[in-house]
C-alpha cells in the first residue's frame, strides 16, 4: 500500500465511509474503471434519475483529475470542496452525494440529489369551509411556504430557518413580516426554539408545547392552523408564524383566548351573520363547561329551584334509577369520552359508524336498563356537541377535560363549588400569557378597541388598527378616510 492510501485510510473520512458503510443501503464505487473518484450516498436518500440523467453523464466525458474540475462540469450552484467531517455526514443524511479520492488529502465534493416524496396540497381536513379556498398545508416546508409566500408576495415576508432535535435535525422556519412584527416577538421565538434541547421533533406540535409560556396549562397558547389563507392573514396582522418540516400544520403567536372562537370562514360572512356565530360559540363552550356540573348541583343540593312541573318530570325520568346524580353524570360523560376516543382511533368509515351506532345503542340502552335519566342523556349528549362548536381542536379538548373538576365539585358544594371552580378557571386564565402577551385580552386588561375582531367582528371598514396584543410595529392597516356628508334623499 502507498504512503498516501494509507493516509487516506486513517483519516476522519475514511472513518466516516466505514461507519455508514455498516449500513446496506450505502453505496460506494468508482466513477469509471480508469478515474480516481469516487462516489458514495445512501441510496434511500438520493433520487436515483438525477444521479444517472445529471450528475453522472456530465462528470464521466473528459479526463477530469480534481474535484475542482468535477465542480465546474456540474451546472449546480453552491457546491463546495469540503474537509469538514461533520459537514460531509450531515450532507450525506440529506440527501447529498460526495466525490472524494482514496488517494491524497481526505477532502470531498458534495452534491445534492434528494428524493423529495410529498403528497398533493388538498382541502383542510379540521378547519373545513363551505365558502372560500380549499388549500391546506402538507408535510413539506418548502410548500408550506411557498403557499404562504403566494399570498403575500412581498419582500417583507421574512424566514428564518433554524436546525432541532439531536436525533430528527428538524428544519424549523420562524415566519413574520418585517415592519410589523414585534421585534420582540420575534426573537422570543427565536430564543425558545434555539433553547430546546430534545433528540427528536416530529411535528409542530412539540414545538408547541414546548416553547409555550404555561406548559401545565390544558389551554393552547399557541394557534394551530392547517390553512394558509389563515395563516396569511395572522401574519399581515403582525403575528410569528412557525413551521416544521414534516408537519401539515403551523403555529402562530401570540394570542388570546377569543382567537380559538374566530374561524377563518367568519371573514367570508357578512360581518353581523359572523358575529352571531361568533357569540354562539361562546355560549356553547359555556353551556358546555357547566351544563353536567348544574344539573348534578341543582339535584343534589338546590331541588327547590327547579319549577314545579319541571321537577314532576324528572322524578319520573328518575324514578328507577340506583345512582345518585353524580355517578350518573360522571358514568355517561365516560359513556361519551370512550366513544369519541374509540371512534378518532378506528379507520374514519368505522370510526364514523360506531360513533353513531354506538351513541344511539348506548343511550337507549342506558335508559332503557334504568341506569340514567332521559333528561341527563339530553344534557350530556348537548354538552358534547357544544363543546366541538369551537373551530380550533385543541380548545375543544381543554373544554372535555375541565368539565369533570366543575362536576367533582358540584357534588361536594353544589353550586358554590361550581362557583368556586368557575372562579379557579378564570384565576388561572388572567395568568395565562402567549409569547409574553396576556391571554385573556381584550377582556382583562380591558382594550375595547379590540373588541372590533374578538367576540364578535366589525366591518372590515372599522379595522384600520391592528390589534393591540399584538404590539405590532406598525399598527395601521390603511388610512381611514375623512366621514362625507350624507346624502338622505336618493335624488340628491
Not at 481526505?106 to 363551505?130: D, F, G, M, N
Request: hydrophobic share 45%; charged share 20%.
Amino acid at each position: 500500500m502507498r504512503k498516501t492510501d494509507s493516509a487516506f485510510q486513517k483519516s476522519e473520512l475514511a472513518k466516516l465511509l466505514t461507519a455508514c458503510g455498516e449500513s446496506s443501503d450505502f453505496l460506494t464505487f468508482r466513477l469509471h474503471e480508469n478515474s480516481p473518484f469516487f462516489i458514495a450516498y445512501f441510496k434511500t436518500l438520493v433520487k436515483q434519475e438525477i444521479i444517472h440523467h445529471d450528475i453522472l453523464p456530465a462528470v464521466k466525458e473528459g479526463e477530469l483529475y480534481t474535484l475542482g474540475e468535477i465542480k465546474e462540469k456540474l451546472s449546480i450552484e453552491d457546491l463546495s470542496i469540503t474537509d469538514n467531517i461533520p459537514d460531509i455526514q450531515d450532507k450525506l443524511m440529506t440527501g447529498n452525494l460526495i466525490f472524494y479520492k482514496k488517494e491524497g488529502q481526505p477532502v470531498c465534493l458534495p452534491v445534492p440529489a434528494l428524493a423529495v416524496e410529498k403528497r398533493q396540497v388538498a382541502s383542510p381536513e379540521t378547519e373545513y369551509s363551505v365558502v372560500g379556498p380549499k388549500e391546506a398545508f402538507v408535510e413539506s416546508l418548502d410548500t408550506n411556504l411557498n403557499l404562504v409566500r403566494k399570498r403575500l408576495p412581498i419582500l417583507e415576508l421574512q424566514v428564518k430557518e433554524l436546525m432541532v432535535g439531536k436525533l430528527s435535525k428538524t428544519r424549523v422556519a420562524v415566519v413574520y413580516v418585517n415592519g410589523i412584527a414585534d421585534p420582540e416577538n420575534v426573537n422570543t421565538v427565536i430564543q425558545r426554539i434555539q433553547g430546546i434541547e430534545y433528540d427528536e421533533v416530529a411535528d409542530s406540535s412539540f414545538l408547541s408545547q414546548m416553547i409555550t409560556d404555561n406548559k401545565n396549562s390544558p389551554f393552547p397558547q399557541l394557534l394551530d392552523t392547517e390553512r394558509p389563507d389563515r395563516l396569511a392573514a395572522v401574519l399581515a396582522e403582525g403575528k410569528v408564524a412557525i413551521f416544521s418540516d414534516g408537519s401539515p400544520t403551523a403555529i402562530s403567536g401570540p394570542v388570546s383566548l377569543v382567537t380559538y372562537f374566530a374561524a377563518f370562514e367568519d371573514y367570508l360572512s357578512i360581518w353581523n351573520v359572523a358575529s352571531a356565530f361568533r357569540l354562539l360559540r361562546l355560549f356553547s363552550v359555556i353551556f358546555s363547561v357547566l351544563a353536567s356540573s348544574t344539573y348534578v348541583a341543582v339535584l343534589t343540593y338546590h331541588y327547590e329551584m327547579i319549577p314545579r312541573d319541571v321537577l314532576s318530570l324528572l322524578i319520573t325520568s328518575r324514578g328507577s334509577i340506583p345512582f345518585p346524580p353524580f355517578l350518573e353524570a360522571i358514568l355517561l360523560e365516560l359513556a361519551i369520552e370512550l366513544l369519541r376516543e374509540a371512534g378518532a382511533r378506528l379507520p374514519t368509515k368505522i370510526g364514523q359508524t360506531i360513533g353513531i351506532v354506538g351513541g344511539i345503542v348506548l343511550g337507549t340502552a342506558a335508559v332503557q336498563a334504568g341506569l340514567t335519566s332521559n333528561v341527563l342523556l339530553i344534557v350530556v349528549a348537548t354538552g358534547a356537541l357544544a363543546s366541538f362548536t369551537t373551530p380550533i381542536y385543541q380548545l375543544s379538548n381543554a373544554i372535555r377535560l375541565i368539565r369533570f373538576p366543575f362536576i367533582l365539585l358540584a357534588q361536594l358544594l353544589g353550586l358554590v363549588g361550581v362557583a368556586v371552580c368557575f372562579a379557579f378557571l378564570m384565576s388561572h386564565l388572567l395568568k395565562l400569557t402567549s409569547l409574553g402577551r396576556p391571554f385573556l385580552e381584550p377582556i382583562y386588561p380591558l382594550r375595547v378597541e379590540d373588541f372590533k375582531d374578538s367576540i364578535i367582528r366589525l366591518p372590515f371598514s372599522k379595522q384600520a388598527l391592528r390589534p393591540l396584543q399584538i404590539r405590532a410595529k406598525d399598527r395601521v392597516r390603511f388610512q381611514q378616510e375623512a366621514p362625507q356628508k350624507k346624502e338622505w334623499d336618493i335624488d340628491d
